[in-house]
C-alpha cells in the first residue's frame, strides 16, 4: 500500500509540476524523481529536488551548476565539462549541441547525443560508426 501512495504521489507532482515529462515507453519524470514503465521508482533526494532549475528532454538544469545528462532511459549521468571545445571567435560545442558567438543555439538530438563518443576538431566521432563532419561554423555537415 505503501509503495502504491508513493507512486501516485511521484507521478501527480510529475503530471502537476511545470517541470517533467513523459517519454512514451521508458516513463514519467518530475520534480521528485523518476516513475518506469516498468513501475521502479527512482526518486530524487530532497537537497537535489530544491536544486532543480528545468527539467528538459536532454537533462536537468540545477541552481548548483552541476547539471546531469539524461539517457534515453532516463538515467541520469554526469557530463565531463571537458568534452567538447570552443572556437573564441565562432561559439562552443558539446555534447547537446553548439552555442554559437551570435546566439545562435544548435541543438542535437537524444538519440544523437546518445550515439556521441568523442569530439575533435573536425568532426565527432559517433558509436555507431556515422562520424560527423563539422564545418569551419561548428555546424553539422
Request: hydrophobic share 40%; no cysteine.
Amino acid at each position: 500500500m505503501r509503495i502504491l501512495i508513493v507512486v501516485a504521489a511521484v507521478v501527480a507532482v510529475a503530471a502537476a509540476s511545470p517541470i517533467g515529462f513523459a517519454r512514451k515507453g521508458v516513463g514519467l519524470i518530475g520534480r521528485s524523481g523518476i516513475v518506469t514503465v516498468d513501475g521502479r521508482i527512482i526518486p530524487f533526494s530532497r537537497e537535489f529536488m530544491d536544486d532543480i532549475v528545468e527539467i528538459g528532454e536532454s537533462g536537468i538544469v540545477t541552481k548548483s551548476g552541476k547539471n546531469y545528462h539524461l539517457t534515453l532511459d532516463l538515467q541520469r549521468t554526469k557530463r565531463d565539462v571537458t568534452n567538447g571545445f570552443t572556437r573564441p571567435q565562432i561559439g562552443s560545442i558539446g555534447y547537446s549541441g553548439a552555442v554559437l558567438t551570435d546566439g545562435t543555439i544548435i541543438q542535437f538530438t537524444p538519440e544523437f547525443i546518445e550515439d556521441i563518443l568523442y569530439f575533435g576538431e573536425s568532426g565527432i566521432i559517433t558509436k555507431s560508426g556515422k562520424n560527423v563532419q563539422l564545418t569551419a561554423d561548428l555546424k553539422r555537415v
